[in-house]
């Protein structure tokens, strides 16, 4: 498997809490920077967390910096994205996305950077 795989996607009412998860073969894993995009209808797809492979570094895009947490599971080879107090804004598609990452560079906020792409998992926010 090299494409990632998320799974987690579903129909939630504003302020609940989904958890994203995404599945990546080892060696992608442990070379690539990690990180979650989503797509709205209508909108370019847009940066949302990212997780850096050499030092665990992570960065966020300011519309879920303290309600969006990104984390990898060593053990699984899997990188999941907890969402708290969630807006009907919040909708989209979500994707997992990989970039093969020079060690010491920055994540990436750019889809076209990223080499590897999963088929994406519906989130919807709504009352």
């Known amino acids: 498997q090299v494409r990632p795989v998320e799974s987690g996607g579903g129909l939630v009412h504003p302020g609940d809490s989904l958890t994203l998860a995404c599945a990546i073969s080892?060696?992608?894993?442990?070379?690539?920077?990690l990180a979650w995009f989503r797509q709205a209808p209508g909108k370019e797809r847009e940066f949302v967390a990212g997780i850096h492979f050499n030092n665990g570094r992570t960065l966020y895009a300011s519309s879920g910096e303290g309600r969006f947490t990104i984390s990898k599971d060593n053990a699984q080879n899997t990188m999941s994205l907890q969402m708290n107090s969630l807006k009907p804004e919040d909708t989209a598609v979500y994707f997992c996305?990989?970039?093969?990452?020079?060690?010491?560079?920055?994540?990436?906020?750019?889809?076209?950077?990223?080499?590897?792409w999963g088929q994406g998992t519906q989130v919807t926010v709504s009352s």
């Open positions: 080892r060696h992608i894993f442990i070379t690539h920077a």
């Open positions: 996305a990989a970039d093969a990452l020079p060690s010491s560079a920055p994540i990436s906020t750019t889809p076209r950077q990223y080499q590897y």
